[in-house]
């Protein structure tokens, strides 16, 4: 067994007509490489999807708290809560838009000004932006940031309790309980002490944070490194797209003898088989969740199911993209992290044996990289059509054959051991 600072999960997914993730136009995000134009998956809107996945082995079967982002989470989990429990809302909303400044910093406290300013929908580079689609814009009297922030629970839980301390401590009124938070965190550093005092083992910021990160602007909240790292996913291939021309008939018109349609348009579709690329950083992954070694193998465990499971989301309704990996390799090390996606520099020849083609560039790079640099890794594998007809491994680079259930709980052991 080597010492596993890196865990390096490599994935080839193949997806058939599908618009997994599209750009500001409409169509397929691509990427230029090697000379080829690819189709591109952002580490974005996988991230989003691991996160938000909510079947067997997600990441939300942990117990641990949730990592919240919105700009409104304030409004939800600290004003609504305190109302439920009897405080004025116009006394729980100033008081909690008091201790978000404080948070914050003058920098928030500037952007909200600029975002009231702003006309209702129409966010500018300050301002707030338009809802998405399904969401409700926070009404006038919410209290939100200018930008989506990730807080953890018992980072709102914490400043609910402050307010509603403060509301017991006075006669309730909005100036006294303004007051009464203000005497007590004059200087804020008695604020950040507590937060920071969450720690260690409460996950403060929240297991999304621990896991990708959290940016913040002010210094009340800490700021935290991503563990878990996500390259962009690409075609091993040249880009391969249609035009997908497609009618809406109407059902009613239609009876009555017309031809007409009811609606006509034309998307993008692609078809690819897709490299994909995850470090975990296993010393910062462990040091985000409290010093759990346990928690942070329970992390990798789940890991290892929902990026060889759980699609992108896309055009669900008309494509169907859900697809599973044709081949997890996981590679425990203390090295420095490689991608592997240079193996595809040349696009791999779509004609033949699209997967067994890709396997082969796979291999000869992985070979090459041990000769050179020395082989700094232990690996093990699930995969489809790695071993050949009389059950040997048909290519070296596939060590260490596992069912993917026995490949998730040997990576948690990479961490735990």
Not at 31 to 42: D, L, Y
Not at 137 to 155: F, H, I, K, L
Not at 178 to 194: G, Q, T
Not at 338 to 344: G, I, K
Request: proline share 4%.
């Amino acid at each position: 067994r080597m010492n596993s600072r890196f865990l390096q999960i490599h994935t080839l997914t193949h997806y058939p007509a599908s618009l997994l993730n599209r750009d500001d136009a409409g169509f397929a995000k691509r990427m230029p490489f090697g000379g080829a134009i690819r189709t591109r998956i952002s580490s974005q809107c996988l991230k989003r999807h691991w996160r938000t996945y909510d079947g067997a082995d997600s990441l939300r079967t942990i117990d641990a708290p949730d990592s919240i982002r919105s700009r409104v989470s304030f409004d939800r989990f600290v004003v609504a809560p305190l109302v439920e429990q009897g405080v004025d809302a116009v006394v729980a909303r100033l008081a909690t838009e008091k201790l978000v400044a404080k948070v914050f910093g003058s920098e928030a406290k500037e952007a909200r000004k600029t975002a009231k300013r702003t006309p209702k929908g129409r966010g500018g580079l300050d301002g707030p932006a338009a809802p998405n689609a399904g969401e409700s814009a926070p009404g006038p009297d919410a209290v939100s940031t200018a930008q989506v922030t990730v807080v953890g629970r018992p980072e709102l839980d914490y400043l609910r309790d402050l307010v509603l301390a403060a509301v017991r401590s006075t006669d309730g009124s909005p100036e006294k309980v303004v007051s009464a938070i203000d005497e007590r965190f004059k200087d804020d550093k008695e604020l950040k002490k507590n937060i920071q005092a969450l720690k260690p083992g409460s996950l403060e910021a929240g297991l999304g944070a621990a896991l990708f990160g959290r940016m913040v602007t002010g210094d009340i909240l800490a700021r935290t490194d991503a563990a878990i790292h996500v390259a962009h996913a690409v075609t091993v291939h040249g880009q391969m797209a249609e035009t997908d021309y497609f009618t809406a008939i109407d059902d009613l018109v239609r009876e009555e003898g017309e031809q007409a349609s009811g609606h006509i348009n034309a998307s993008e579709l692609t078809s690819g088989l897709y490299y994909g690329y995850v470090v975990v950083d296993v010393n910062g992954l462990v040091k985000n969740l409290g010093g759990d070694r346990r928690l942070a193998g329970q992390v990798a465990d789940r890991l290892v199911h929902i990026i060889s499971k759980v699609s992108p989301g896309a055009k669900k309704g008309s494509t169907a993209p859900y697809a599973y990996s044709h081949l997890v390799l996981v590679e425990s090390g203390d090295a420095q992290p490689r991608t592997l996606q240079n193996a595809f520099i040349e696009p791999v020849r779509s004609s033949g044996d699209l997967v067994q083609n890709t396997y082969r560039a796979l291999r000869r790079h992985v070979a090459e990289l041990d000769a050179m640099y020395g082989k700094a890794e232990i690996r093990a594998h699930a995969g489809l059509h790695t071993v050949d007809d009389s059950g040997g491994s048909s290519l070296e680079l596939f060590e260490n054959r596992m069912s993917l259930p026995e490949l998730s709980r040997w990576t948690a052991g990479q961490i735990e051991a």
